[in-house]
C-alpha cells in the first residue's frame, strides 16, 4: 500500500505570494491533518480535515486554510506568504471515524522557502 | 493546554550504549502519548504508543517507554543502540476528546547522535 504523499517537495516563493501544497493520504484514510515544523517552534498543528470538513484547528492566523476533496485528497494553502511562513509543513493520514485514535501516518513533507 | 518538554536538546551516546530520552508532559487526564522518529528530509515515523493498562509499551526498532503517572513522564529506552539510531526523535501527546487525539502536541525534540 503507498504511503502518504506530498506534492511538490520543495517550494521556493517570495513575500507576498501564495501556495498551495498538496497531501494524498493512503487509500482508505479518510482524516489528514497538517503541521508545521520550523526550527524555532517546532512541530504545530494546523488543522484536520474528515470527510471533506474541518474538524480540529490549531492556533495560525487565516492566511492558513485547507480543504479536503471528496477522495479524501488534501490541500493547503497560504496566502500572503511572510518569511516566517518557511518551513517543513507535514501531512499526515489516519482511518480516523470516529473519537478513537488511530495511528497517523506521516509524508515526507513539502519544504516551504520564502524569500 | 497541553504540554511536551523534552529536557535533552541533543543526546550523543557510543554504538552498543544504552539510551534514555526524557518526556514530560502535562495534560488535564491520562492521554495518548507517543514517541516519533525522524531521519533529515524524512517525514515521522512511529515508535510506540501508550493509551492505557501496561505501562511498559514495546514498539519497534527494539525501543520501548515507560509510562510514569506519577512523574506525568513517558521516557523512551533502548538497551543497546545501533548506528543506524541516530535521528532526532520526538515525543507527542494527544488528547482523548472529540478528534483531539489526531491533535497531537509535539515536544522540542532530541538530536541523537551515535558514536562508531
Known amino acids: 500500500k503507498a504511503g502518504v504523499t506530498q506534492t511538490p517537495r520543495y517550494l521556493i516563493k517570495t513575500r507576498g505570494q501564495q501556495v498551495t501544497l498538496s497531501c494524498s493520504p493512503i487509500?482508505?484514510?479518510?482524516?489528514v491533518s497538517w503541521y508545521q515544523q520550523t526550527p524555532g517552534q517546532g512541530l504545530q498543528f494546523l488543522f484536520e480535515y474528515f470527510s471533506e470538513t474541518q474538524r480540529n484547528k490549531g492556533n495560525f492566523p487565516g492566511r492558513f486554510s485547507g480543504r479536503q476533496f471528496s477522495n479524501s485528497r488534501s490541500e493547503m494553502n497560504v496566502s500572503t506568504l511572510e518569511l516566517g511562513d518557511s518551513a517543513l509543513y507535514l501531512c499526515?493520514?489516519?482511518?480516523?471515524?470516529?473519537?478513537?485514535?488511530?495511528?497517523?501516518?506521516f509524508g515526507p513533507g513539502t519544504r516551504l522557502t520564502v524569500l | 493546554a497541553q504540554s511536551v518538554t523534552q529536557p535533552d536538546i541533543h543526546i550523543t551516546v557510543s554504538e552498543g550504549a544504552s539510551l534514555e530520552l526524557r518526556c514530560n508532559y502535562s495534560y488535564g487526564a491520562t492521554p495518548y502519548l507517543f514517541w516519533y522518529v525522524q531521519s533529515p528530509g524524512q517525514g515521522l515515523q512511529l515508535l510506540l504508543k501508550?493509551?492505557?493498562?501496561?505501562?511498559l509499551v514495546q514498539g519497534i526498532k527494539g525501543f520501548e517507554a515507560e509510562f510514569k503517572r506519577s512523574q506525568s513522564s513517558f521516557n523512551l529506552r533502548k538497551p543497546s543502540v545501533h548506528w543506524s539510531d541516530a535521528a532526532e526523535y520526538f515525543c507527542a501527546v494527544g488528547g482523548k476528546g472529540p478528534g483531539s487525539a489526531r491533535q497531537l502536541t509535539f515536544g522540542s525534540g532530541t538530536q541523537l547522535t551515535v558514536l562508531p
Open positions: 499526515a493520514s489516519s482511518l480516523a471515524g470516529d473519537n478513537s485514535y488511530n495511528e497517523q501516518f
Open positions: 487509500s482508505g484514510h479518510r482524516s
Open positions: 501508550y493509551f492505557s493498562g501496561d505501562t
